[in-house]
C-alpha cells in the first residue's frame, strides 16, 4: 500500500529532488505491476492506533469463511493492546483496534498472516472485484498513469502536426 496518492506525488515530486522522483516512479511501478486478476499485494493502512488489513481467503461465503472470520476476530481480541477487531467482509479487510504503546500495525499484520497459513488461504490472490477502500492508492496511480499517457499522446501528435511529419518516412513504406 502506498502512503500518499500517485497525482500529488508526482505533482510534488520536483520539489523533492530527484530521489523523490525516483520514489514516485518506484510506487507508480508497484502499482502498476499488481493490478488486474490474481493481485497478490496486501492492502495495508495504518494510523493512530487503528489498521485496515486485506485478508486473504474472505469470500464473503461459506463455512470456510466463517471460521476464517471467527478464528481472525477471536486471536486479535485476545492480542493484549488490541481494544476491538472486527471483519468487514465487503472489503476483505479485518479493522483493528490497539493501543500503540502496546503493540504495532506489523504484530497485527503477523497474527493475520499466521492465522491465513492456518486456513490454508495464505497462498490466495487478492480478489479485484473487491471495492477499493478511502485509503487506496491504486486508483489515483492508475489514473494519473492514464493521464501522463494521455498527455503524452497528445504532445507527440501535436508536434508531428505542427511539424508536417509523415507518421512513416516515404522510404519505410515502399520496398522494391
Known amino acids: 500500500?502506498?502512503?500518499?496518492?500517485?497525482?500529488?506525488?508526482?505533482?510534488s515530486a520536483p520539489s523533492?529532488?530527484?530521489?523523490?522522483?525516483?520514489?514516485?516512479?518506484?510506487d507508480i511501478t508497484d502499482v502498476l505491476r499488481d493490478t488486474g486478476d490474481g493481485?497478490?499485494?496486501?492492502?495495508?493502512?495504518?494510523?493512530a492506533g487503528r489498521a485496515h488489513v486485506e485478508v486473504r481467503g474472505l469470500t464473503g461465503h461459506g463455512e470456510g469463511h466463517e471460521r476464517l472470520v471467527q478464528e481472525l476476530e477471536d486471536a486479535l481480541r485476545q492480542v493484549a493492546g488490541v481494544n476491538w477487531a472486527g471483519v468487514n467482509a465487503a472489503l476483505g479487510q479485518v479493522l483493528v483496534d490497539f493501543d500503540e504503546d502496546r503493540l504495532g500495525?506489523?504484530?497485527?499484520?503477523k497474527l493475520v498472516e499466521r492465522v491465513?497459513?492456518?486456513?490454508g488461504t495464505d497462498g490466495d490472490a487478492f480478489p479485484t472485484s473487491r471495492p477499493q477502500p478511502p485509503f487506496a492508492s491504486a486508483p489515483a496511480t492508475l489514473a494519473a498513469t492514464a493521464l501522463a499517457a494521455d498527455c503524452l499522446g497528445l504532445m507527440t501528435a501535436t508536434i508531428r502536426r505542427v511539424a508536417m511529419r509523415p507518421a512513416l518516412s516515404p522510404?519505410?513504406?515502399s520496398r522494391r
Do not use: S
Not at 529532488?17 to 514516485?24: E, K, P, Q, T
Not at 493481485?39 to 494510523?47: F, I, K, N, S
Open 1 to 11: 500500500m502506498l502512503p500518499i496518492t500517485a497525482l500529488t506525488g508526482l505533482v
Open 16 to 26: 523533492r529532488g530527484l530521489n523523490g522522483l525516483r520514489l514516485r516512479f518506484a
Open 39 to 47: 493481485r497478490g499485494g496486501r492492502r495495508v493502512w495504518a494510523r
Open 105 to 109: 500495525p506489523d504484530e497485527v499484520l
Open 116 to 119: 491465513e497459513e492456518a486456513h
Open 171 to 173: 522510404r519505410c513504406g
